[in-house]
């Protein structure tokens, strides 16, 4: 761009400004690197020049060619940074019709989202289609003002930008889908970055409600094209923005979340299947919303079977359709795939862990069903239960992944399936496995933990573990191979000499400070000892209170 260039822009030219912008924004359609634009001010010319044609009312044929532009500069974070483009941001808000003097869209276009009218589906572009696209582009470039920019972001904030997406969301006009995908976009940064945006569209514009419902409404279509489908997903990533903001009284958010729970269940019926990027994106935006949503509203992920009632998919579990709910453990499944191939990490991970957590934790029959998924009666103790590719293999490595997150939640759900008992949790996963958690509360001696849990218990043994039971290693929970006693051929006096040699080892490691010998105390957790001796009155007392609690 030369100063010839900009001149012909000032000049107001249609013919001239056509081909200049035209030409410019097909060399820099993937431009990000404007070092050579901070020469001369020619970022700052070339922006007030394009702002004037947007000012002029009779060069408007050329206002979506010039917010093309605008939105290849608005790139630029460090020129955003330096120049005061307050007026401009107010310029963009009235071409994207968020201003209170503007409508919602144009006249023309305003159509009763009920109404049959093919005619109107199948007009070919006239103005107020044309009017829409400017109104897209207009979005676009406040997209990247938003993000790039905390002075246009709080400029935006002021003018209630979120206000008036919610009131165009929320009207019974039809919103053309283009126009809707980059209303939803822009909700979502805002709220992202600024967390008053949050209270407000949670609590004074009631913002939840009105996205859930609009949810609702699109479930309705019978086909999604691509463009509908990124729609729900921008929709859904605003949703949980708002949703985390939870200073609403608890009765509010139990119907709110009932309500969201519902929709999100038909979600997960719809596109459970994950066919393609953008149904597992909405899956994966499900799971972050359903974090934030009520334990005790998670039993709506659920619903009687009624074999009358048509459903697009079922998985019947004790007179109920979970289909939902197997659709969270098969995203399980998927993404711990993906974080064993270095392909997804551990914040995918995370959520989904969560709300599995919550769902076992709230619901009896939830329980039942994860515990059917992800520890099955065992049958083949062969291998270590690290090894293989099922979920319980799965989990089983997952408690040695350095995300204290991921490791604590993979913890509490196998706690949870297992009822608590320890025992139960050592036959599954072995000793060794479950030592971190067995520490953290107070239960390295495997003693049963009050629980509220009943105390039948369906998870029967199958003829294969009953035959192999008795040679299965406790500690690392699977088959031991008989072997040769190393002892067999040895005197008293050499038992009793290699036994004296390991204690002074133990007690040389001890005095230098290079390990820290500890027996389990009275309430289940490691005490350190004093004096190396001490180690063997407290294997007397743990063999003593193991008897005790056989006997009874």
């Known amino acids: 761009m030369d100063r010839d260039q900009l001149e012909h822009l000032r000049s107001k030219d249609p013919q001239k400004i056509c081909e200049i912008l035209e030409r410019f924004n097909k060399k820099n359609a993937n431009l990000f690197d404007f070092e050579k634009f901070h020469l001369d001010n020619l970022w700052l010319n070339l922006w007030q020049a394009i702002f004037k044609i947007l000012n002029t009312e009779p060069l408007e044929k050329l206002h979506v060619l010039s917010l093309n532009t605008i939105r290849i500069l608005s790139r630029d974070r460090l020129s955003l940074q330096r120049h005061n483009i307050d007026s401009d941001v107010h310029c963009l808000l009235k071409l994207a019709r968020l201003t209170s003097s503007t409508s919602l869209i144009p006249e023309t276009n305003c159509v009763d989202k009920n109404s049959t009218d093919v005619a109107a589906a199948t007009r070919p572009e006239s103005s107020d289609e044309m009017e829409t696209h400017r109104i897209v582009e207009a979005l676009k470039c406040l997209c990247n003002l ?109 119907i709110q979340n009932l309500h969201l729970t519902g929709v999100v269940r038909e979600l997960l019926f719809r596109f459970g299947a994950m066919r393609g990027e953008r149904e597992r994106a909405i899956v994966s935006n499900c799971i972050n919303l359903l974090v934030y949503v009520s334990s005790s509203c998670l039993s709506e992920l659920m619903v009687k079977w009624d074999s009358e009632i048509g459903t697009i ?79 319980r293999n799965y989990l089983c490595r997952l408690q040695g992944n350095a995300d204290n997150v991921v490791r604590d939640l993979t913890y509490e759900l196998l706690f949870l399936c297992c009822k608590k008992n320890p025992r139960r949790m050592v036959k599954h996963f072995g000793y060794g496995n479950m030592a971190g958690l067995f520490c953290k509360k107070g239960m390295l001696d495997c003693r049963r933990v009050e629980t ?66 500890c027996n389990i105390g009275d309430d289940g957790k490691l005490q350190p000892v004093d004096h190396i001796l001490e180690l063997q009155t407290g294997l007397i007392k743990n063999v003593d209170s193991h008897n005790m609690q056989n006997d009874n």
């Not at 997903?233 to 985390?244: D, G, H, R, T």
């Not at 009666?377 to 690290?386: A, F, I, M, N, Y």
């Not at 006096?493 to 390990?515: C, F, P, S, T, W």
């Open 146 to 254: 938003v993000f790039q920019s905390a002075d246009c972001r709080r400029r935006c904030v002021r003018q209630n930008v979120a206000d008036h997406i919610i009131r165009r969301m929320s009207s019974t006009v039809h919103i053309p889908c283009a126009l809707e995908l980059f209303d939803t976009k822009l909700l979502f940064l805002i709220t992202a970055l600024e967390s008053s945006v949050r209270s407000r569209v949670m609590i004074e514009l009631n913002g939840l409600t009105y996205m859930t419902e609009n949810l609702n409404e699109k479930l309705h279509s019978k086909e999604f094209n691509e463009e509908e489908l990124d729609v729900m997903v921008e929709l859904l990533k605003a949703m949980y923005n708002v949703i985390s903001y939870t200073e609403k009284s608890p009765s509010e958010n139990e």
């Open 313 to 391: 998919r079922v998985t019947i579990f004790d007179k109920h359709n979970i289909y939902a709910l197997d659709v969270l453990l098969n995203f399980f499944h998927l993404v711990v795939e993906e974080l064993e191939n270095g392909v997804a990490h551990t914040d995918v991970i995370s959520p989904v862990l969560t709300v599995l957590v919550k769902c076992v934790a709230s619901n009896r029959i939830m329980r039942h069903y994860v515990r059917s998924v992800v520890l099955p009666p065992l049958k083949d103790v062969s291998q270590l239960p690290e090894v293989g590719t099922e979920l």
């Open 452 to 517: 509220d849990f009943s105390t039948d218990s369906d998870d029967s043994d199958t003829e294969e573990y009953k035959k192999n039971q008795h040679a299965i290693n406790p500690v690392t929970g699977s088959f031991i191979t008989p072997q040769a006693n190393p002892m067999q051929n040895m005197s008293e006096e050499e038992k009793e000499y290699h036994a004296m040699q390991l204690v002074n080892v133990i007690d040389k490691l001890h005095r230098g400070g290079l390990i820290k010998p």
